[in-house]
């Protein structure tokens, strides 16, 4: 591959390169390397995951015991609040969450909030509740928090100025960089942060520093109703707005059973979770956005809460036309529960599938926690190759802090999904990971995603033990692997080992480098 400042001049045969090799040119051997396409992660937050980058760990507590312990000693260690990620009690044996008197007691009575993995609900301490006043607002349960009452201690518990903002998001940025990712898609609402927060990551407001990162494409999840409110809402962000969609929820999740569904939790039989907005707000805002030539779209997870979002595009549709909701490409963030008729309709309607195939790792398979909330229904949750194969275009990412950084992880996830009906090849994991991310953000410059002359150079180099055609189990090949086709090869995701990222540059810019390399 020959590279002229910002973009890729040639690609072709190392014989044919060392034909065209002259003085003007440096030359660097990647002793076998792999060089790919940067990886786009599709929905992220950024500020967020730089937080609990820097936050007590929770993911590997193996029991409410352990996570007591943790917590005890973070409160030995250090003063003020106590700040945790990625707790999961649907794996652990007492499948309960701590008490706000549990955390009061093993905190020594500091103020804790511990935000669940799937970061739509917490667990809070007495002492930080009583502070809140939480126990009068609605989804307080015992230290337990959803809903306005989580909302509020998220709030609190974010109280940042805009330098320990940058902190954190130079640290989430920096830490994709060196996964070999090149563009994250921030995902920033009002309930997650303020306004603030989305226009320093787009370079409006104070400074992210002078190394080059990974570019961000910002979405805002807030809900427009009149031209008016659009516009009021649009304006911070200087006409750089790529659209009002994202975390706009339209339900919330499984774990937390704020999923809005159809028939009620298998664990919980009198919820159907939480249904936030009605089909005449979601088919206005999507009318609006329209209009106005930018991407809407919603979080959505449930299947009662896809009808509404889908009962939305009919209404939409009615007021602009078809053709031009279809033109849009609106977007749908994590989409875990949609049967064969609402994927026909996203179809109908042009719309985006904003997906994460690490949900499935997570959460899935016999006894995982969309078994436990969803009983055989589960078996229907991220219908990644139906979606595919109806002519959706998929998206995958992280929804980091929730998952984290991981963009191999998730191809491997998606090749390997619990439901073998539901797997897709590396190849179109790989695609969904990179060339769909662009794509899916509405990116004008279709050569982003590849290595071919005239394309950005935007790529990652890796460290590889073994490279493959991998397809699913289930399905046979539907291109050749035999290696004389043509058909380009990855990285084995078998192995013992991870593909290592060398290098990222993205738009000839170094955004990462190993150490060594």
Not at 95 to 115: K, N, Q
Not at 173 to 183: D, F, R, V
Not at 265 to 288: I, N
Request: proline letters at 4%; hydrophobic letters at 45%; one cysteine or more.
């Amino acid at each position: 591959m020959l590279v002229d400042g910002d973009t890729v001049a040639w690609v072709g045969s190392e014989h044919a390169a060392t034909s065209i090799q002259d003085a003007r040119m440096k030359v660097v051997d990647l002793q076998g390397a792999l060089i790919t396409p940067g990886f786009v992660d599709s929905h992220a937050h950024i500020t967020e995951t730089g937080a609990a980058l820097s936050s007590l760990d929770l993911s590997n507590a193996g029991s409410l015991a352990e996570l007591l312990e943790l917590v005890a000693k973070a409160a030995a260690g250090s003063e003020g609040l106590i700040d945790g990620y990625g707790w999961d009690e649907s794996s652990w044996p007492e499948r309960r969450v701590p008490t706000a008197a549990e955390l009061d007691a093993a905190s020594g009575f500091r103020p804790v909030y511990l935000a669940r993995t799937d970061v739509h609900c917490a667990v809070v301490s007495g002492t930080l509740a009583a502070s809140l006043d939480l126990a009068a607002h609605e989804g307080w349960d015992n230290g337990f928090v959803v809903r306005s009452a989580h909302t509020l201690a998220r709030t609190a518990s974010r109280s940042l100025d805009l330098a320990q903002r940058s902190r954190y998001q130079q640290a989430a940025l920096k830490h994709a960089a060196a996964q070999g990712i090149i563009a994250v898609t921030e995902m920033a609402a009002p309930h997650i942060g303020p306004v603030e927060d989305l226009r320093e990551l787009m370079g409006l407001e104070g400074s992210l520093g002078a190394d080059p990162l990974p570019q961000v494409l910002p979405y805002w999840g807030q809900l427009a109703q009149s031209e008016a409110e659009l516009a009021e809402i649009t304006a911070p962000f200087e006409g750089r707005l790529l659209g009002l969609a994202g975390d706009l929820n339209m339900d919330g999740s499984i774990g937390a059973r704020t999923a809005a569904l159809r028939t009620p939790y298998a664990d919980s039989p009198g919820s159907t979770g939480t249904l936030f907005l009605t089909a005449e707000q979601a088919g206005r805002h999507l009318e609006l956005t329209t209009r106005a030539g930018i991407q809407g779209g919603f979080h959505v997870i449930g299947d009662a809460a896809l009808d509404t979002v889908l009962a939305g595009l009919r209404i939409a549709a009615d007021a602009v036309g078809e053709d031009r909701i279809r033109a849009s490409h609106h977007r749908m963030e994590h989409l875990e529960l949609a049967d064969d008729a609402a994927i026909a309709e996203l179809v109908r309607y042009g719309a985006v599938a904003s997906m994460q195939s690490g949900f499935d790792t997570a959460w899935g398979g016999e006894g995982g926690l969309y078994e436990q909330r969803l009983g055989a229904r589960s078996r229907s949750m991220n219908r990644f190759a139906s979606l595919l194969s109806a002519g959706v275009m998929v998206a995958l990412g992280s929804d980091a802090p929730v998952i984290p950084t991981d963009p191999w992880s998730a191809v491997r996830a998606a090749v390997n999904h619990t439901n073998p009906a539901e797997r897709i090849s590396a190849r179109a994991a790989f695609i969904g990971h990179t060339r769909a991310g662009w794509r899916a953000a509405g990116s004008g410059n279709f050569m982003l995603g590849q290595l071919a002359p005239g394309a950005p150079a935007s790529y990652a180099v890796w460290e590889v033990e073994e490279l493959m055609v991998q397809t699913p189990d289930a399905k046979g090949a539907s291109w050749s692997t035999d290696p004389r086709a043509g058909t380009p090869l990855l990285p084995a995701l078998d192995t013992a080992h991870q593909p290592r990222c060398l290098l990222t540059v993205h738009n000839g810019a170094e955004l990462y480098r190993s150490v060594g390399f």
